[in-house]
């Protein structure tokens, strides 16, 4: 069956810090790899990864997928109290499957 | 509001009820999505449609629980006989196409509530 894996489930840093959060797969017919930021309702889409070494960035926020190794990495640098949620990684393949999620709390 | 909308919003109901929650997907989107989510964890996919037809069906579904969308635009859960453990938020989503990989992004319900009590 499809898999989704996220690490760490849990993470609390300072503000200021740079974090770094995992996503591996193993999915029959990969077609993309989704990040979402989740705060107290429905996700947020953060990036699509289709292509493997090409990073995508968004002011603080980078990721980059490996399609050999089946993982993708999303990185917060300068990490701000906002940034504090549940970052979601989501494969798509014939549907939709979502990890466990990574509870980011961000300190002052 | 043209998003993608679901209802109730929130549901309090006792053990053994059945339960039904409707999702009304944005206008002429194809693919409609189901989960399930319970605090702290990501969503657990429950179904999907293409159109009118139920392609997948995640095996957590039991028969209890059954997803229909009639005529290909909004989509209805039902869950029979509700337990304590179907206590959760259960979203919906739906994209344009065949799916997000086409270029179509995926917009997401407000989700609803279920309190089995």
């Given at each position: 069956e499809d898999k989704v894996v996220q690490s760490p489930l849990s993470l609390v840093v300072h503000e200021g810090d740079t974090v770094t959060l995992n996503c591996s797969y193993e999915v029959t017919n990969f077609r993309s790899l989704l990040w979402y930021k989740q705060e107290k309702k429905a996700p947020t889409f953060l990036f699509m990864l289709t292509s493997s070494g090409i990073e995508k960035k968004s002011g603080r926020l980078s990721s980059i997928l490996d399609k050999k190794e089946l993982f993708s990495i999303l990185n917060i640098t300068a990490?701000?109290?906002?940034?504090?949620a549940i970052y979601l990684c989501a494969v798509e393949a014939y549907d939709m499957r979502f990890g466990a999620g990574t509870r980011l709390t961000v300190k002052p | 509001d043209t998003g993608v909308s679901q209802d109730p919003r929130h549901k309090i109901t006792k053990r053994g009820q059945n339960v039904t929650f409707r999702c009304d997907p944005?206008?002429?989107?194809?693919r409609l999505y189901w989960y399930r989510q319970t605090l702290g964890q990501g969503p657990e996919f429950l179904t999907y449609f293409q159109n009118e037809a139920q392609l997948e069906k995640s095996r957590?579904?039991?028969?209890?629980f059954s997803a229909e969308r009639p005529k290909g635009s909004f989509s209805t859960l039902e869950i029979q006989?509700?337990?304590?453990?179907?206590?959760a938020m259960y979203l919906c989503a739906s994209s344009l196409?065949?799916?997000?990989?086409?270029g179509n992004t995926i917009y997401f319900g407000e989700g609803s509530w279920l309190t089995v009590v």
């Amino acid at each position: 069956e499809d898999k989704v894996v996220q690490s760490p489930l849990s993470l609390v840093v300072h503000e200021g810090d740079t974090v770094t959060l995992n996503c591996s797969y193993e999915v029959t017919n990969f077609r993309s790899l989704l990040w979402y930021k989740q705060e107290k309702k429905a996700p947020t889409f953060l990036f699509m990864l289709t292509s493997s070494g090409i990073e995508k960035k968004s002011g603080r926020l980078s990721s980059i997928l490996d399609k050999k190794e089946l993982f993708s990495i999303l990185n917060i640098t300068a990490t701000q109290t906002g940034d504090s949620a549940i970052y979601l990684c989501a494969v798509e393949a014939y549907d939709m499957r979502f990890g466990a999620g990574t509870r980011l709390t961000v300190k002052p | 509001d043209t998003g993608v909308s679901q209802d109730p919003r929130h549901k309090i109901t006792k053990r053994g009820q059945n339960v039904t929650f409707r999702c009304d997907p944005i206008s002429e989107h194809n693919r409609l999505y189901w989960y399930r989510q319970t605090l702290g964890q990501g969503p657990e996919f429950l179904t999907y449609f293409q159109n009118e037809a139920q392609l997948e069906k995640s095996r957590l579904l039991s028969d209890r629980f059954s997803a229909e969308r009639p005529k290909g635009s909004f989509s209805t859960l039902e869950i029979q006989r509700t337990e304590q453990g179907d206590s959760a938020m259960y979203l919906c989503a739906s994209s344009l196409g065949i799916g997000v990989s086409s270029g179509n992004t995926i917009y997401f319900g407000e989700g609803s509530w279920l309190t089995v009590v």
